[in-house]
C-alpha cells in the first residue's frame, strides 16, 4: 500500500506518529510525511520521507496577536466540562478554536497542496493528526480510506458531540457549526463534499492507555504509545545510577519552540531546595532568568530525551505534555501534573484516578503545594504501585507492528473510487 502520513507543523503531534510510520514501512508499505516545509528536516531525521507542501501555518504570530486573555481558559471549559455548558458556550468554542487555531495550522495552501499531491501519487491510506484536517480533505477528494491519530485525550471530538446535541435542538435555521462550514468550504474547492467523517475520520488510531480512552462512540483502534523523543545523544552521567532519588522537571518542548523558553521558571525549583534528591531539570530559562537561580540540589540542562532519562528517575513533574506523560506511563514512573492548557488538565486527573500520580490544576499550585506533593509522591509505595499498574495497561495495547494487519484490512474496506 502507499499510505501518506498528513501531520501540520508541531513537531511533538508528529513524534507520536513515527513508531506507527516505521511499522508500517517495515511491513513492506510505501510511507510518506507530507508536512508544512519548516518541519521537512524533523521527519527526514526520523529516517522517514518528507514530503513538504504549500506554507508554513502562522499559529504563532496569531499567538501573539490575541488580545483576549480568556480565550486559553474558556478551551479548557469546553474540553474539561462533560456537561452543564450550554449551546452558546459551545459554539463559542468551536467558532474561535476553528478560526483561530484549525483554520491556521491549516492554511489553505497546505491543504490545497496536500490535495494536489495526494491526487498524483494517490495513497490508499491517509493517516492524520488529530487536528490535521487537511489530511481529511484529500483523502475526501481522492478517495483514500483515511484514519484520525490522536497524541491525547480525545476531548475535542467528545465536546463536538455535545454541540451536535444541542445542535439538533434548534431550529434548521440557527445550525450553524463553524467546524462543518469550514471544512465544508475546503472540500468545496476540490469538488468533494462534506460527512461527519471528515471531522473524525473513517476510524481513529489512539495510542492512550486503554483505560484512559474516552469513549465517543467512534470506531477505534489502539495501538501502544512507543516514545520517540527524535535526535539525540544520551549523556555519561546517564550510564550511573543516581546515589538518591532522581526526580525530573520538565515543560516539555513545545511552547519553547514558540516563545524561546519554558512555561516553568527556573527560579520555581527553589520550592524543592533542601530536599535529599537529584533534580534534572530540562529547562530552557525565560529572559532574565540564569540557572544559576536554581537550588544547589538541581542541575538545569537544556535538553535531555524522556526515554533516556525517566527510566532513572522516581518521579517526574511536568506541565502535561501529552508526550512526556505518555512516556512516564511507559517507563511506570510516578507523575506529578501541573496542568493548565487544552486537554492536560482531563489527562492529569486520569493519572490521578489511576493511582499513578498527582494533579495540581491552577487553583491548587502553590510553591508549598508542589513541594509537599513531591515529597508525598516519593515517599508513599501506593503511587508506584499505580504507576506500574499503568504501564502494564499502557503495554496490553497491540504494538505498531501487530495493528497493521488490522491497518490493512480497514484500509481496504473503506478505500473508495473517485
Not at 445542535?167 to 457549526?177: V, Y
Not at 530552557?284 to 533516556?308: I, R
Not at 509522591?377 to 504501585?385: G, K, M, N
Request: net charge negative; aromatic share 8%; charged share 20%.
Amino acid at each position: 500500500m502507499r499510505i501518506l502520513f498528513a501531520a501540520h507543523a508541531e513537531k511533538t503531534h508528529f513524534f507520536s506518529m513515527v513508531p506507527l510510520a516505521w511499522a508500517l514501512r517495515t511491513a513492506g508499505h510505501e510511507v510518506r510525511i507530507a508536512t508544512q516545509p519548516t518541519m521537512a528536516e524533523t521527519v527526514t531525521r526520523t529516517g522517514l520521507t518528507a514530503v513538504p507542501l504549500g506554507s508554513d501555518h502562522r499559529w504563532k504570530q496569531v499567538m501573539e496577536a490575541s488580545q483576549d486573555e480568556g480565550w486559553a481558559d474558556r478551551v479548557v471549559e469546553a474540553v474539561t466540562r462533560t456537561d452543564g455548558l450550554g449551546h452558546e458556550e459551545l459554539f463559542r468554542f468551536f467558532d474561535e478554536t476553528t478560526s483561530r487555531y484549525f483554520r491556521t495550522v491549516n492554511n489553505d495552501e497546505f491543504t490545497d497542496a496536500l490535495v494536489d499531491y495526494a491526487r498524483w501519487w494517490q495513497p490508499d491510506l491517509i493517516v492524520w493528526e488529530q487536528f490535521t484536517w487537511a489530511g481529511a480533505v484529500a483523502a475526501r477528494a481522492t478517495g483514500a480510506a483515511h484514519a484520525r491519530m490522536v497524541w491525547g485525550a480525545d476531548v475535542v471530538t467528545r465536546t463536538r458531540n455535545a454541540f451536535l446535541a444541542t445542535l439538533d435542538e434548534l431550529p434548521e435555521e440557527r445550525r450553524r457549526d463553524p467546524l462543518r462550514d469550514w471544512l465544508t468550504e475546503s472540500l468545496a474547492r476540490h469538488g468533494a463534499a462534506y460527512d461527519e467523517t471528515v471531522a473524525n475520520g473513517q476510524w481513529t488510531i489512539d495510542v492512550g492507555p486503554p483505560s484512559h480512552r474516552i469513549d465517543n462512540g467512534l470506531p477505534v483502534v489502539g495501538v501502544r504509545y512507543i516514545p520517540y523523543n527524535g535526535q539525540a545523544e544520551l549523556p555519561e552521567w546517564l550510564a550511573a545510577e543516581p546515589s538518591k532519588p532522581r526526580v525530573v522537571v520538565t515543560a516539555g518542548v513545545s511552547v519553547r519552540s514558540y516563545f524561546g523558553f519554558d512555561m516553568f521558571s527556573v527560579g520555581a525549583l527553589q520550592a524543592f531546595a533542601g530536599l535529599d534528591i537529584e533534580l534534572i531539570a530540562t529547562l530552557l530559562p525565560a529572559p532574565g532568568e540564569t540557572a544559576d537561580m536554581a537550588p544547589e540540589n538541581a542541575t538545569v540542562v537544556d535538553f535531555v530525551p524522556m526515554q533516556g532519562l525517566l527510566p532513572t528517575c522516581s518521579a517526574v513533574i511536568h506541565i502535561g505534555g501529552a508526550g512526556v506523560q505518555s512516556t512516564a506511563a511507559y517507563y511506570g514512573v510516578p507523575q506529578l501534573i501541573l496542568p493548565g492548557l487544552w486537554d492536560t488538565v482531563v489527562r492529569a486527573d486520569l493519572v490521578e484516578r489511576s493511582g499513578a500520580g498527582i494533579s495540581l490544576p491552577p487553583g491548587r499550585v502553590t510553591a508549598e503545594s508542589v513541594r509537599e506533593s513531591l515529597v508525598r509522591l516519593l515517599e508513599d509505595p501506593s503511587f508506584r504501585t499505580g504507576a506500574e499498574a499503568l504501564r502494564k495497561d499502557l503495554e496490553s495495547a497491540p504494538s505498531p507492528n501487530e495493528v497493521v494487519p488490522v491497518l490493512e484490512d480497514l484500509t481496504a474496506r473503506h478505500k473508495s473510487a473517485v
